[in-house]
């Protein structure tokens, strides 16, 4: 079973570094010129060789302040026992770190992992936190072998285009159709996608610069939720439970104003469970492709 790279065309982003200008042409006219970076994007299979590091942070970013409770070094490697199952996305060939990935572990079959008892534990424990969410613990403790979840795991560095993630995905499915020919244990009922969102706070900073100012309940109460993901907002509309959790290592004030670099507002997150039928499953996928993929 071999998966094969793909190369997809350059993408085009907007807020690219800009070129410099030569010498002779004229500075103010090309202030208010918008240049492009072409950047050509590649999908690979993990590489266990290459990929270690790059992954391991991404996995970090992925559980945010409650990344310290993981063995993140066992997941990795984890991840990269499994070279068929799930992608890498780069921009300067095999041998550099990977800007995005995804793969899926399959929770029972790995049910004696203690890094994936711990993460079992955990998504049990956020999971009764919310209503939504209720699924998720008895598909953990059903003993019955018809009751296997896949855990996606996904994220990517916050400048790389949402439109890499399709692929990732149609790939995915691919992969576990090849992997289910040859008898592997990826014969799923459910899916759970961690992920992340998050609320605008103010900050702290700019208080200290001015008087403090009562702050209304209701402002207080219906504080808007924003995705990291926006595939998010379409794969939990196909899910039977979905919902938000508080990270149990509780960010200071400080680290939500350091998250403010190009915002007025300071930024706290929160995880973030999507969990899907396997018939669902597909179509979600399908639902992402048209919501992420460029117009032609």
């Known amino acids: 079973?071999?998966?094969?790279?793909?190369?997809?065309?350059?993408?085009?982003?907007?807020?690219?570094?800009?070129?410099?200008?030569?010498?002779?042409?004229?500075?103010?006219?090309?202030?208010?010129?918008?240049?492009?970076?072409?950047?050509?994007?590649?999908?690979?299979?993990?590489?266990?060789?290459?990929?270690?590091?790059?992954?391991?942070?991404?996995?970090?970013?992925?559980?945010?302040?409650?990344?310290?409770?993981?063995?993140?070094?066992?997941?990795?490697?984890?991840?990269?026992?499994?070279?068929?199952?799930?992608?890498?996305?780069?921009?300067?060939?095999?041998?550099?770190?990977?800007?995005?990935?995804?793969?899926?572990?399959?929770?029972?079959?790995?049910?004696?992992?203690?890094?994936?008892?711990?993460?079992?534990?955990?998504?049990?424990?956020?999971?009764?936190?919310?209503?939504?969410?209720?699924?998720?613990?008895?598909?953990?403790?059903?003993?019955?072998?018809?009751?296997?979840?896949?855990?996606?795991?996904?994220?990517?560095?916050?400048?790389?285009?949402?439109?890499?993630?399709?692929?990732?995905?149609?790939m995915l499915l691919e992969e576990i159709s090849w992997a289910l020919e040859e008898n592997e244990p990826y014969t799923f009922s459910h899916y759970l996608i961690l992920s992340k969102t998050y609320t605008e706070v103010a900050s702290k900073l700019d208080e200290k610069e001015s008087r403090p100012q009562k702050k209304s309940k209701k402002g207080q109460s219906e504080q808007e939720i924003f995705y990291f993901h926006p595939e998010d907002e379409v794969l939990q509309r196909h899910s039977v439970g979905h919902g938000m959790f508080e990270y149990s290592k509780q960010e200071g004030e400080d680290r939500s104003d350091a998250r403010r670099a190009f915002q007025e507002m300071g930024v706290r997150s929160q995880g973030h469970m999507v969990l899907i039928e396997a018939s669902k499953f597909e179509g979600a996928v399908k639902a992402v492709s048209d919501f992420l993929s460029p117009q032609s």
Do not use: C
Request: aromatic fraction near 6%.
């Open 1 to 170: 079973m071999t998966k094969r790279k793909q190369v997809k065309d350059g993408e085009q982003l907007e807020d690219a570094p800009k070129k410099r200008a030569d010498s002779d042409s004229d500075d103010s006219s090309s202030d208010e010129d918008t240049d492009m970076l072409n950047v050509e994007f590649e999908w690979f299979d993990p590489q266990p060789e290459h990929d270690f590091h790059g992954l391991k942070t991404l996995l970090r970013q992925l559980f945010d302040v409650d990344s310290q409770l993981f063995d993140l070094s066992a997941l990795t490697d984890l991840i990269l026992s499994q070279p068929l199952l799930g992608s890498t996305v780069k921009v300067d060939g095999n041998e550099t770190d990977p800007y995005a990935f995804l793969t899926v572990l399959n929770l029972h079959a790995h049910k004696d992992t203690k890094v994936i008892q711990d993460l079992t534990t955990y998504l049990s424990q956020k999971s009764a936190t919310n209503p939504s969410l209720s699924q998720v613990a008895t598909l953990f403790s059903a003993s019955s072998s018809n009751s296997q979840v896949g855990l996606i795991l996904t994220d990517r560095l916050i400048n790389i285009p949402s439109e890499v993630v399709p692929p990732m995905y149609n």
